[in-house]
């Protein structure tokens, strides 16, 4: 029970797992955007709804199983105590871990929101130009349809953007760390504060979506009145 304790809290297991799930689930909303987007016919005709509940349950266990190694693999039980984050059984399967790690909530993500999203925005550009040069701008339901897929997408965009930003800092540092350079450490106040960083998006991009949203709009300008 103690060493199941120490795995779940002492090595801030479910606090990680949140993260990687959060960054996971941002990539698959990426990837439907662009199915989506880009491929809505089949996505409306294959698309069933327990789709979303399958996929929900990938990221958490993908979040899980990448978490694996930092929360028992690299944790020291000797002496009854509980010491994660220690030394790697190897430097080359620290190396590995952390390029895996790196590679996985970071820079693949990154490469699938620029390709994803850049491509969503061609298209929705394209599609209005297809629907001013037919004649269709004056129907309301069709300008009112590319002004929301534009808008959703400069959302997700503003998200993207944030969430590379705010993360970077952490992610270089904990390379650092890993590659025992320069006397960087988990126990640094910088290390610290960089984390804050990359947390930050979790409370900021509810804002985002509201301040992008129509009907937060709305409401702030019927409190003003």
């Given at each position: 029970?103690?060493?199941?304790?120490?795995?779940?809290?002492?090595?801030?297991?479910?606090?990680?797992?949140?993260?990687?799930?959060?960054?996971?689930?941002?990539?698959?909303?990426?990837i439907e955007r662009f199915i989506v987007?880009?491929?809505?016919?089949?996505?409306?005709?294959?698309?069933?709804?327990?789709?979303?509940?399958?996929?929900?349950?990938?990221?958490?266990?993908?979040?899980?199983?990448?978490?694996?190694?930092?929360?028992?693999?690299?944790?020291?039980?000797?002496?009854?105590?509980?010491?994660?984050?220690?030394?790697?059984?190897?430097?080359?399967?620290?190396?590995?871990?952390?390029?895996?790690?790196?590679?996985?909530?970071?820079?693949?993500?990154?490469?699938?929101?620029?390709?994803?999203?850049?491509?969503?925005?061609?298209?929705?550009?394209?599609?209005?130009?297809?629907?001013?040069?037919?004649?269709?701008?004056?129907?309301?339901?069709?300008?009112?349809?590319d002004k929301n897929q534009i808008n959703?997408?400069?959302?997700?965009?503003?998200?993207?953007?944030?969430?590379?930003?705010?993360?970077?800092?952490?992610?270089?540092?904990?390379?650092?760390?890993?590659?025992?350079?320069?006397?960087?450490?988990?126990?640094?106040?910088?290390?610290?504060?960089?984390?804050?960083?990359?947390?930050?998006?979790?409370?900021?991009?509810?804002?985002?979506?509201?301040?992008?949203?129509?009907?937060?709009?709305?409401?702030?300008?019927?409190?003003?009145?």
């Amino acid at each position: 029970m103690n060493r199941v304790f120490c795995l779940l809290f002492g090595s801030e297991a479910i606090m990680w797992v949140g993260v990687n799930a959060s960054v996971f689930n941002l990539v698959f909303i990426a990837i439907e955007r662009f199915i989506v987007t880009r491929f809505s016919l089949w996505h409306r005709n294959h698309y069933k709804p327990w789709f979303g509940y399958a996929i929900v349950v990938f990221i958490w266990l993908d979040g899980l199983i990448t978490n694996v190694p930092t929360t028992y693999v690299s944790a020291d039980f000797s002496d009854y105590t509980c010491s994660p984050f220690t030394m790697w059984p190897t430097k080359a399967a620290g190396t590995a871990f952390i390029s895996y790690y790196i590679l996985s909530v970071y820079v693949i993500p990154l490469i699938v929101f620029v390709f994803c999203y850049t491509n969503i925005i061609l298209v929705v550009r394209g599609n209005s130009k297809i629907h001013a040069t037919s004649g269709q701008t004056g129907h309301s339901d069709t300008n009112h349809n590319d002004k929301n897929q534009i808008n959703i997408m400069k959302t997700m965009m503003i998200i993207t953007v944030t969430f590379t930003v705010l993360w970077l800092p952490s992610e270089l540092y904990f390379i650092m760390i890993n590659a025992e350079c320069c006397g960087f450490s988990i126990l640094t106040k910088e290390w610290n504060l960089f984390l804050l960083f990359g947390f930050s998006t979790s409370c900021i991009n509810p804002f985002i979506y509201g301040v992008r949203t129509g009907n937060f709009k709305s409401f702030i300008k019927t409190f003003k009145k």
